[in-house]
């Protein structure tokens, strides 16, 4: 079985080798300048590193994600991967394993380019002045912990949504991805307006540490979930593919 699951995974990288290699070659080149536009605006507050590099990174996470099932776009591909000797799961695997843990092992490497490149710019900008690196270090009243957390189950949320969006509607699925949590947000905001209008909570007790804890926690069971139904959908192709 893991044997299939690691011909499954070499597989997926040999078909799609250059678009991994031109993938990671733009985002390279979007963090570079990312660090550079950084260093040349003189942000020295760690938190706007954080906020402004994750933003980047959460967008390149979302669409690399939305191409992993790009095979399924046309009946060629999608006989050819529903029909290669493994099953639905290792094949699933191996997409998941790439497009989730090895991508965030590269934006995480990708992150520490962007700082590498801002501390080695900012003398040029700043007479010679050095820059300090970017610490994970907060004080309790900050909520610092919370926020990475935050941006992290943020990120890995909208990457399982369009990892979701990529089986759903292979077919330009990063824009269909887009214009679903438009609509969403539209109806969630429409939603929650009229909550807050004609029910009153005590808000004393939403403190903020709970409220990011608790988004947190959101963000980590929508991820489980919508994972669990890009699976089942990869699954579902499978079965009408051999009952027609």
């Given at each position: ?7 499954s995974?070499n ?6 080798r250059?678009?991994?290699?031109l ?7 979007l ?5 550079f536009i950084?260093?040349?605006?003189s942000?020295d507050?760690?938190?706007?590193h954080?906020l402004?590099?994750?933003f980047?990174?959460?967008i390149f996470?979302c669409?690399?994600t ?7 776009k ?7 991967t529903?029909?290669s000797?493994?099953s ?19 934006l ?7 700082e ?5 710019l900012?003398p ?8 300090d690196w970017?610490?994970?270090t907060?004080s309790?009243e ?8 935050l ?9 399982a949504f ?5 089986i ?7 824009l269909r991805?887009i214009?679903?949590?438009?609509l969403i947000g539209?109806?969630f905001?429409i939603?929650s307006?009229?909550?807050l209008?004609?029910?009153?909570f005590n ?8 409220l990011?804890m608790?988004t947190?926690?959101c963000n980590?069971?929508?991820?489980i979930?919508?994972w ?5 959908r990869?699954?579902?192709s ?7």
């Amino acid at each position: 079985i893991f044997l299939l699951y690691l011909l499954s995974l070499n597989k997926f990288l040999a078909e799609n080798r250059r678009s991994l290699i031109l993938s990671v070659a733009g985002l390279i080149a979007l963090i570079i300048f990312v660090g550079f536009i950084n260093a040349y605006t003189s942000s020295d507050i760690h938190a706007t590193h954080l906020l402004s590099i994750s933003f980047y990174l959460g967008i390149f996470a979302c669409v690399r994600t939305s191409l992993m099932f790009s095979s399924m776009k046309s009946p060629r591909g999608r006989i050819s991967t529903l029909m290669s000797p493994a099953s639905i799961w290792q094949k699933f695997a191996a997409r998941w394993t790439v497009n989730v843990p090895v991508q965030l092992l590269v934006l995480f490497a990708a992150f520490w380019v962007a700082e590498i490149t801002r501390v080695s710019l900012w003398p040029l900008f700043n007479d010679g002045a050095t820059a300090d690196w970017f610490a994970f270090t907060y004080s309790e009243e900050d909520h610092g912990q919370y926020l990475i957390g935050l941006i992290f189950s943020s990120i890995l949320a909208a990457q399982a949504f369009f990892g979701f969006g990529a089986i759903a509607w292979p077919r330009m699925s990063a824009l269909r991805s887009i214009i679903a949590l438009w609509l969403i947000g539209i109806v969630f905001g429409i939603t929650s307006g009229y909550v807050l209008m004609h029910y009153h909570f005590n808000w004393p007790l939403f403190s903020a540490e709970r409220l990011l804890m608790t988004t947190i926690i959101c963000n980590i069971v929508f991820t489980i979930i919508l994972w669990g139904l890009a699976y089942l959908r990869f699954k579902e192709s499978d079965v009408i593919d051999r009952l027609f």
